[in-house]
């Protein structure tokens, strides 16, 4: 870090002076909570591993904290803001602290859920504080959007880290486990407290790391054939695989047929299954 990384980053003071002249009332309904403890914004660039020839894309930035001290790090920074305020006033931010870096800097005003392409070289990196309501298909829609992205750490709500990093098996196992896994191996990496954000949360944060595989499951199924199994599995959780997957296979019959031909059991519940399981019951299923 420089000898000037006080002057860069943004604390509790800067954070409620920048949304006070922006006119920035965070709000519940996009989940926003700043970062305002420049310590946990250091915490989770070295967390990320981020390197110096990384391009990293951030998914709301708000005000800007993770994403100087990214910029500082990596070497691009490409940020997805769908606010139009702090959209508009991102580049301004950037340009006032890390001047020398502005050029590395790029923004992108939409939605996370939509974007197709990102500027400037691919990504290689993730980094993220996601809102809590949205978190899991943003990452999720990331991922399969930009394989180029080899890794990927997001801070998130606990509850949301720990079903993300679930193994087979786990009480909160389900389909954001099975579809992170379909891309990367997946685990918790610290905890994070509520009073470095403003406003301070009610819920506690987690941070997850995701390092892509070197390949997914392979099948013959496409990944949307397996998802399709992963989201009826787990509609009803505790139906037997034969009697959840009856409306995906066309009958109980039918379900029960596709799962022995993968090798599962007809009795089994979708939480005891990894995503290599779910691939190969994709593999017998309606279309095959």
Request: no cysteine; glycine share 8%.
């Amino acid at each position: 870090m420089s000898s000037t990384d006080s002057d860069v980053l943004l604390g509790p003071a800067d954070i409620r002076e920048l949304a006070a002249r922006l006119g920035v009332r965070p709000t519940k309904q996009r989940g926003q909570n700043f970062v305002i403890d420049a310590n946990t914004v250091r915490r989770i660039v070295r967390s990320a591993g981020v390197r110096p020839d990384d391009v990293v894309v951030e998914v709301g930035p708000g005000l800007g904290s993770l994403t100087l001290a990214l910029l500082e790090a990596a070497d691009r920074v490409t940020a997805v803001e769908i606010d139009d305020v702090l959209a508009a006033a991102l580049p301004a931010t950037v340009e006032a602290r890390l001047p020398q870096r502005a050029d590395r800097f790029a923004l992108v005003h939409g939605d996370a859920l939509r974007v197709t392409e990102l500027p400037g070289p691919a990504p290689t990196a993730l980094v993220a504080n996601l809102p809590y309501n949205v978190a899991v298909p943003v990452l999720l829609n990331m991922l399969g959007r930009f394989p180029t992205i080899e890794r990927t750490l997001v801070m998130v709500q606990s509850e949301v880290a720990d079903r993300l990093a679930a193994p087979p098996g786990s009480k909160v196992y389900g389909v954001p486990s099975v579809k992170a896994a379909w891309y990367a191996h997946v685990k918790r990496a610290g905890a994070i407290g509520r009073n470095v954000f403003w406003p301070a949360p009610n819920v506690d944060s987690g941070l997850v790391s995701l390092i892509r595989r070197d390949e997914p499951p392979r099948t013959t199924a496409t990944r949307e054939e397996v998802f399709a199994v992963v989201d009826a599995a787990f509609a009803q959780r505790r139906k037997t695989l034969r009697a959840a997957l009856a409306g995906w296979a066309g009958s109980a019959g039918a379900a029960e047929a596709a799962l022995r031909a993968a090798g599962v059991s007809p009795q089994a519940r979708g939480e005891s299954l990894t995503v290599e399981d779910f691939a190969a019951i994709a593999e017998h299923g309606p279309a095959a």
